[in-house]
């Protein structure tokens, strides 16, 4: 099992800024691509940014260029900071984690946390 612990996220004005982080926990599995996600009521979990453990980065157009997704290797842990912040931002965020281990391969979702953008 690999446990994932959010933090972030809230509240903000149009404009604003916010950090996300999840960081991952489990022995005996290799921590392989990271990411976040996002959901509105109604609507299909939608990616927003994926990071391979190489830090190739992946975003969705519509937060190119105001969303930086950025990870940190030796304690398991990935970032979303989110600037620029939109109404239409305004989601719950899922982090996503990919790992393996000797049995094959698992895919991790966080709690979901939620952002709030107020215009």
């Known amino acids: 099992q690999v446990q994932l612990v959010n933090s972030g996220g809230g509240l903000v004005q149009a404009g604003g800024s916010l950090r996300l982080s999840c960081a991952a926990s489990?022995?005996?599995?290799?921590?392989?691509?990271m990411g976040w996600y996002r959901q509105t009521p109604g609507k299909q979990r939608e990616l927003v940014a994926t990071i391979t453990r190489s830090g190739i980065a992946n975003y969705a157009d519509s937060v190119k260029g105001r969303f930086t997704i950025s990870r940190d290797n030796a304690k398991n842990t990935v970032y979303l900071q989110m600037n620029s912040l939109k109404p239409e931002d305004t989601a719950d965020y899922y982090c996503?984690?990919?790992?393996?281990?000797?049995?094959?391969?698992?895919?991790?979702w966080g709690q979901g946390t939620q952002v709030t953008v107020s215009s």
């Open positions: 996503n984690v990919r790992s393996s281990n000797y049995l094959g391969s698992l895919t991790s």
């Open positions: 489990g022995s005996g599995f290799n921590i392989n691509d």
